[in-house]
Structures are given as C-alpha cells and as structure tokens.
C-alpha cells in the first residue's frame, strides 16, 4: 500500500497514536492485525518474549532476506548468519540489529525506528537518535522506517494488537531506488509479520 500522508490526514484518525508523532508523513506503509485472548499486559509483555524463530517460514525468510549481506562478508558471513538461525529471534534481537526504541507506553504501544539504504545487501543502517526521528528529516540517500505496536483493550477482555510499519524517503531518487525493492520484498515481509502476531498471540495466550 502506497501513502502519501500529510499531518492533517493523520489528524483524521480516529486513534492517535505514538508513531503518529515520529512519521507523520509517509511514502509506504502496511498494517496487520489480530485479536489475542488475553489481557493487554499479557500481550505487552509478549512483544519482548515471543520467539519469531518458533516459525519456520518466518526464520526462512529473514535467513533469505540476510543472505545477500552475508554473502559480501564470505565465509565468516555465513557463518554467522548460520549462527544466527539458531537462536531465538525476539525483539530484543531486532534491537540488536540496528533498530532503536522510539517511545514505549506500557501496555498500549511500542514505536522502534531504523535509516539507512534498506535496498542494499548491506542495508548501510545509520539510525540517529531518537530526537532526530522527531525533529529531522531523513539523511541525504537514505529512508526511514518506524513500526509500532498498538494494543487495544476489548470489552470481552481480549486485545486487538495491530502492527503498523511506515517508511519515509529522503528525496526522489530514494524513492526510486526504495520504491521496487519495497514491492519486491513486500509479500514476504507481510508473511514475517502475520507470522510475529501469531507468535506474540500464542505466547501471551499460554501465558493467561
């Protein structure tokens, strides 16, 4: 799904929302969603313990996506990347590998970051800090991306938990790089995600 946001679009919504106040405005973006049998805290706590290793598919597809980058360090490369796969792959995995915590308001949403040039092997991630999520625009060459966790109480005592990833280029020769490689790896990262929601459901499901 292709956006073009502006503030006063997002001031149409009916949540507000962290990641509003980070990107407003976007050039892509794509939501998930699911509904888990438990409160919001068991969910929120969930977000940091869920293994995403735990699906085969979803482990496949980040070794696939992590190949290229492994592969242009030769064979230390792949060996780490073989040591990777072994492991179990939370969030706080994720963190390690670039991302940056924005904001966080337990139980109601989690917001991370990264920049860099997400259509290379490489990826070349250069995240800044989190003030210049706020209050700068991507560096020159580079996109931005953000991707939130939004929990929802529900009068039956479930939780709607809705993921959202939104992604800003720096200018439109970014987008023009970024743009293909968005619509190329998008089923498989919409599969990753659907398969992060299905992991966090189950663990804060077993947990109650």
């Known amino acids: 799904m292709t956006a073009r946001m502006t503030p006063a679009n997002a ?4 949540v507000v929302m962290l990641i509003d ?3 407003p405005e976007y ?7 699911t509904r888990v ?31 290229p980058g ?46 860099g040039q997400f259509w290379r092997a490489t990826g070349n991630l250069c995240t800044p800090p989190v003030t210049e999520f706020r209050s700068q625009p991507p560096a020159p060459g580079t996109a931005r991306g953000v991707w939130n966790f939004h929990l929802r109480a529900l009068a039956d005592g479930t939780t709607e938990l809705t993921t959202e ?20 790896i998008r089923p498989a990262s919409g599969m990753i ?3 992060l929601l299905r992991e966090i459901r189950r663990s804060a499901e077993k947990a109650v």
């Open 11 to 14: 001031a149409r919504s009916t």
């Open 21 to 23: 106040s980070y990107m």
């Open 27 to 33: 050039d892509v973006s794509e939501r998930h969603h």
């Open 37 to 67: 049998a438990a409160s919001r805290e068991a969910t929120y706590a969930a977000l940091w313990t869920a293994d995403l290793a735990n699906a085969s598919m979803a482990r496949m597809l980040l070794a696939l996506r992590a190949l």
């Open 70 to 115: 492994a592969l242009g360090h030769g064979v230390s490369g792949v060996r780490t990347l073989w040591e990777r796969g072994a492991k179990p792959i939370t969030l706080a995995t994720i963190l390690e590998r670039g991302f940056r915590v924005l904001a966080e308001l337990p139980p109601t949403e989690l917001v991370i970051g990264v920049e």
């Open 165 to 184: 990833t939104r992604v800003q280029c720096a200018d439109a020769g970014v987008r023009r790089r970024f743009l293909p490689y968005w619509y190329a």
């Open 193 to 195: 995600r659907h398969a």
